[in-house]
């Protein structure tokens, strides 16, 4: 069905973009590295391809004059989402132009802003293309290069967004959205998994609880020690 | 310098050096060998490098800087303001404290750099942005929005560390006041004194300014977070959807990383925080745009064709255009161009006298004409009109010094009900210069000045154009002929012996010339 595909492309495109955002966060910080602007443009390009899928597949649905209005309710829901994302992504390919510019990987004069971020986001990328794990083969000057390929795109994505907006007329206004506010709140999985590392995300922010980490050690060694002691104590008696 | 914070909302900030120059101090701190000691945070049980303590911050800044104390801190502020710097313990408080507080550096993009469209068009998505960053913050923090530090958080526009710890002390004063204001907003029949016990459940005075919400309630990320549901409804769907994409891909990552990652995003949100934009704000834009509506424009069609017109007409009297007679000056070194075109001259040369044609201004501005027309206007006997004028033109351009002398001169002689000269002014701007007279300054004669010039440029003007005196003067206008040329122009043998260094040394008549004419020549032969 048209729309389950539709569907599907967009989640992927979802994640591209989520991931390509987490990406360009740490241009020009102390993790920005030759193996950063590889994933940068893996990911980048994965997410333009899925793009120009998708377009094409809800181009023609919404241009047919004879759909339902529950049906076409429906794809403009998901025009409205594709379009958002495709303009999410084009801001952050400006700004992973602009600090590319800037924080020019070769260059010894600028040295790339201590930001205490380490580690590759090999991660990242790998979820958005949806690998298991990425090859990193660039050359010496593969940022320099990449930054012309990364304004070109740029300018193409441009150019698909105009170009959507001219052929397919949805005002955005019109469309309700399924999600209330809110609603980010109730998706059961990943809201318990985060949960655990929300808590621990808060707890680093508190003024440093050292005397009360130690504490609770403390305490939780001396209450093993009594259950131990209980046992020993029932096993002896 | 902005003394400020980076101000709220999307309007790009006017003064780019100053960003460029903090930028240039952080680089500079930045530097491994010269910069700032970089010193590890250690948490439970990640550690994350690249921390930098207040101290040595403004330790660094005084030693490279030469400063004093005190502008150290306020500097180490202003980038902690900008968002250059961060704070680790207390994220929302954005200044620098000389002591252990650990701060961080962050990449922060001057929007600056980008041209100013640009912003304007990035604007909807910097919404979906910040709409997107509190639907993560929702997830994480399990949907309590409010921060829950024992510290208040304050207004964007940070209190000034003497403030801050004025509030502290004396939360009775500071809690009640803006809360009992803006109790007083919302519910018109809310007592006053009832604040503490308000539907919101404001915490006992004891506790500080803990759980405020009455206070900021503008700028609350829960309200910020309703307005934004309420604005960009129907993007609803990407916004639940990229934030938790997003929370997923930061899980790919390690939990240091992901603190890093995390705090900066509060801290740039903190720091570029879209404004609330509120019911003034809209009514402003249109009176904005009424006013650019009703501004007078002229259509290029129009404008061109007087422009084409203005082209005509001055081009026979443009000397570059047109060649200047007798000659010029700066190539045959013959002045008498500039002799015939003297301001004050006895026979005015044809063309000038066809230019006080062109319009009123022109007649005025040449002293020649100006002579001629104030002959015309004796003959119809409105002479005054002009010497008022003059007398005006005086005022304006004259010393100060004289303003209130030759205000009542003027009035004596031109405006005075039993005046000699008196001139014709209509009542109305009679009434306003006699009312400005009282407290004469150098433009109190304007109005009356420009009723005048006005008259006479409508009435006497054309009728000088049709007069007998400007055709005889056409007819004797004088009419310079052109020198004779000669053939090989570097060959000239100059009228007048002049040290011009124009004479070429490789002519061979010249040179004799040039040897003679030349001031070390002019000595030798002395």
């Known amino acids: 069905m048209a729309k389950e595909e539709c569907k599907a492309l967009l989640d992927a495109l979802n994640k591209a973009t989520a991931c390509y955002h987490h990406l360009v966060l740490t241009i020009g910080g102390s993790a920005d590295s030759q193996n950063l602007r590889e994933e940068l443009q893996k990911t980048r390009q994965k997410a333009q391809e899925l793009a120009v899928a998708i377009r094409a597949r809800l181009t023609p649905p919404l241009r047919d004059r004879g759909l339902g209005a529950e049906e076409r309710a429906e794809f403009e829901r998901l025009w409205v989402a594709f379009s958002g994302c495709l303009e999410l992504l084009e801001a952050d390919m400006r700004r992973a132009l602009a600090l590319g510019t800037e924080f020019p990987l070769h260059a010894p004069r600028r040295p790339l802003v201590r930001t205490g971020v380490e580690g590759g986001a090999s991660g990242v990328a790998a979820r958005a293309l949806s690998a298991r794990s990425l090859r990193h083969e660039g050359e010496r000057d593969f940022d320099v290069e990449d930054l012309h390929q990364l304004e070109r795109e740029i300018l193409k994505v441009g150019e698909m967004i105009q170009d959507m907006e001219m052929k397919v007329n949805v005002p955005r206004w019109t469309v309700q959205a399924r999600q209330t506010a809110g609603a980010e709140l109730l998706s059961s999985a990943s809201a318990g998994v985060s949960s655990v590392g929300g808590v621990s995300v808060q707890q680093r922010m508190g003024p440093c609880d050292l005397s009360k980490a130690l504490a609770a050690t403390i305490f939780s060694a001396v209450l093993l020690a009594a259950v131990a002691l209980a046992v020993c104590v029932a096993k002896l008696s | ?526």
């Open chain 2, 1 to 526: 310098m902005a003394a400020g914070p980076a101000p709220l909302g999307g309007h790009p900030r006017a003064q780019k050096p100053h960003l460029s120059k903090m930028e240039r101090v952080v680089v500079s701190m930045q530097d491994p060998d010269q910069g700032v000691k970089m010193q590890s945070q250690r948490l439970l049980i990640t550690v994350i490098p690249h921390a930098v303590t207040g101290n040595d911050v403004v330790e660094w800044l005084i030693q490279k800087y030469c400063i004093a104390e005190d502008e150290a801190l306020h500097l180490g502020t202003l980038l902690v303001q900008h968002g250059y710097l961060y704070p680790l313990r207390d994220p929302r408080r954005l200044l620098l404290r000389p002591d252990e507080t650990p701060y961080r550096f962050q990449v922060r993009l001057n929007w600056e750099q980008t041209p100013y469209f640009w912003m304007s068009t990035l604007w909807p998505a910097a919404e979906l942005d910040y709409a997107i960053y509190l639907a993560k913050k929702n997830i994480r923090k399990q949907g309590a929005l409010v921060d829950h530090e024992k510290v208040g958080y304050h207004h964007p526009s940070p209190a000034t560390p003497a403030e801050s710890s004025q509030r502290n002390p004396s939360p009775t004063s500071g809690a009640h006041s803006p809360g009992s204001k803006l109790i007083q907003m919302h519910k018109h029949t809310h007592p006053i004194e009832g604040v503490s016990e308000g539907r919101w459940g404001v915490h006992p005075p004891e506790l500080g300014v803990g759980k405020s919400f009455p206070l900021e309630t503008f700028n609350h990320p829960q309200a910020h977070y309703d307005q934004l549901h309420r604005k960009i409804n129907h993007t609803w769907d990407l916004v639940v959807m990229q934030a938790r994409e997003q929370l997923r891909a930061a899980k790919q990552r390690r939990k240091g990383d992901r603190l890093v990652i995390a705090c900066q995003e509060q801290t740039y949100w903190l720091v570029n925080r879209p404004p609330t934009k509120t019911v003034d704000f809209y009514k402003r834009r249109i009176e904005c745009c009424r006013k650019a509506l009703g501004r007078t424009r002229v259509k290029s069609s129009v404008c061109l064709e007087a422009y084409l017109k203005f082209s005509s007409q001055r081009g026979p009297h443009d000397p570059l255009l047109s060649g200047c007679l007798p000659s010029n000056p700066w190539v045959t070194d013959d002045d008498t161009y500039w002799a015939m075109n003297a301001p004050s001259v006895a026979v005015p040369t044809k063309l000038r006298v066809e230019q006080w044609a062109f319009s009123f201004r022109e007649l005025l501005e040449d002293p020649v004409g100006r002579a001629h027309f104030m002959d015309f206007l004796q003959t119809e006997f409105s002479a005054e009109n002009l010497s008022f004028w003059e007398a005006c033109e005086e005022l304006r351009h004259g010393g100060q010094a004289q303003v209130p002398a030759l205000v009542d001169a003027v009035y004596q002689q031109f405006l005075a009900p039993g005046a000699a000269r008196w001139v014709n002014i209509d009542s109305r701007t009679m009434e306003r210069t006699l009312e400005g007279l009282g407290r004469p300054h150098r433009h109190v004669l304007d109005d009356a000045q420009l009723h005048i010039y006005m008259l006479m440029k409508k009435d006497s003007y054309p009728r000088f154009l049709k007069s007998d005196l400007y055709k005889d003067l056409l007819a004797e206008a004088v009419v310079p002929l052109e020198t004779k040329r000669r053939v090989f122009p570097f060959m000239w043998k100059p009228r007048h012996s002049s040290p011009s260094l124009a004479l070429l040394p490789t002519s061979t008549s010249g040179e004799p010339e040039a040897a003679a004419g030349s001031p070390g020549g002019g000595d030798g032969e002395t």
